[in-house]
C-alpha cells in the first residue's frame, strides 16, 4: 500500500517565477493538507482540501493557491516567488468517517530553493 | 489563537540515557494532541497520539500522556538508541481532521 507521495522531490527556481508542487495521497484518503516548514522550524499549515474544495486556510498570501482532482490527488501552486518562499512543502493526506477523526499521514516533502 | 510550546534544543543524550522533551499548549477548546517524528531528509512520522485528557500515547518505547491540568504532553522515553536521532515535534489539532499546529522543533541527538 503506497503512502502518500510529492513531486518533485527538490526543485529550483528564480524570484518571480511561478511553481507547481503535486501530491498522491495514501490509499482511502479523500482529504489533502499542505505544509511550510522552513529551515529550522516546525511546519506551518497553508490550507486543506477537501471534495475539490477549499476547507481551511492558514495565514498564507493568495500567491499560495491549490487544486483538488477527483481522485483527490492535489497540487499547490505558488506564484511570483520570494526568497522567502524557499523551504520544506509538505502534503498530509487523511480520511474522513463520520465524526471519527483521522490521524494525517505526510510525504516526503518537496524541497523548494528560491534564487 | 492555538500555540505549542517544545523546550528549546538541540538535546544530546548517551545511548540508554531517559529522555523527556517538554510539550505546554494553548488552546481555545479541547485539542488532540501529538508527536510527530522527522528523520534526517524525510518527512514527518506520527509517533503517538492522545485525543482526551489523561489518554496516554505509547509507540517504539515512547510514552506521552494528555494532562489537561497543566496543559503540557511531555514526551519520555526510557532507555534512548542512536537510532532515536532525529527532530521531534509536539502538534495540536482541534477539531476532527482539521489542521495541525506545530511547535518548533526538538533536535534529540543520541551518542553511542
Known amino acids: 500500500d503506497a503512502g502518500v507521495t510529492q513531486s518533485p522531490t527538490h526543485l529550483i527556481k528564480t524570484r518571480g517565477q511561478q511553481v507547481t508542487l503535486r501530491c498522491s495521497p495514501k490509499s482511502g484518503h479523500d482529504t489533502v493538507s499542505w505544509y511550510q516548514q522552513a529551515l529550522g522550524q516546525g511546519p506551518q499549515f497553508i490550507f486543506q482540501y477537501y471534495e475539490e474544495e477549499e476547507r481551511q486556510r492558514g495565514n498564507f498570501p493568495d500567491r499560495f493557491s491549490g487544486h483538488q482532482f477527483p481522485n483527490y490527488s492535489s497540487e499547490l501552486n505558488v506564484n511570483a516567488l520570494l526568497l522567502g518562499d524557499s523551504a520544506l512543502y509538505l502534503c498530509a493526506s487523511s480520511g474522513t468517517s463520520g465524526s471519527r477523526w483521522e490521524t494525517q499521514y505526510f510525504g516526503p516533502g518537496t524541497r523548494l530553493l528560491v534564487l | 489563537g492555538d500555540s505549542v510550546t517544545q523546550m528549546e534544543g538541540p538535546v544530546t543524550l548517551s545511548e540508554e540515557a531517559f529522555l523527556t522533551i517538554n510539550c505546554t499548549y494553548t488552546?481555545?477548546?479541547?485539542?488532540?494532541l501529538f508527536w510527530y517524528v522527522q528523520y534526517p531528509g524525510e518527512g514527518l512520522q506520527l509517533l503517538l497520539k492522545?485525543?482526551?485528557?489523561?489518554d496516554k500515547g505509547s509507540n517504539k518505547g515512547f510514552e506521552a500522556t494528555y494532562r489537561k491540568e497543566t496543559t503540557s504532553f511531555h514526551l519520555e522515553k526510557g532507555s534512548v538508541q542512536v537510532s532515536d536521532s532525529a527532530v521531534y515535534f509536539c502538534a495540536l489539532s482541534l477539531t476532527s481532521g482539521s489542521r495541525l499546529t506545530f511547535g518548533e522543533g526538538t533536535q534529540l541527538t543520541v551518542n553511542p
Open positions: 488552546a481555545t477548546g479541547y485539542p488532540s
Open positions: 492522545a485525543t482526551k485528557a489523561d
